[in-house]
């Protein structure tokens, strides 16, 4: 479920530099191992500049940012991951690396 406010869907800020636990280090971890597809995919959708108005880079490239945390369950997550439920997909991202997940006010 993404946050409201006043019945309007807020943003999601996804800063994987500030958490309150050490990172793990992906590197380490995958090392001689290929990339899981779900990291490999959540890059890819980051990094499509035709979706930055529903996702895209933090300014200075350390974060992401989920603009409409709405749209993006209901049209991206079903085409590429097997469900639309955004807490599944922050739960999963968290495993794989450690992040914190603020919420913008708007």
Not at 65 to 83: C, S, T
Not at 87 to 99: C, E, K
Request: glycine fraction near 4%.
């Amino acid at each position: 479920m993404s946050p409201e406010k006043d019945g309007v869907s807020i943003p999601l800020h996804v800063d994987i530099t500030d958490v309150a636990s050490p990172l793990p280090m992906p590197l380490d971890i995958l090392h001689g191992n290929p990339i899981p597809p779900f990291l490999s995919k959540t890059f890819d959708l980051v990094d499509d500049p035709s979706l930055d108005p529903v996702i895209s880079w933090g300014l200075t490239g350390a974060s992401f940012v989920v603009w409409d945390p709405v749209e993006f369950a209901r049209i991206i997550l079903p085409r590429n991951f097997k469900h639309n439920n955004f807490s599944s997909f922050v739960r999963q991202l968290n495993t794989y690396v450690g992040i914190s997940v603020m919420s913008l006010c708007l």
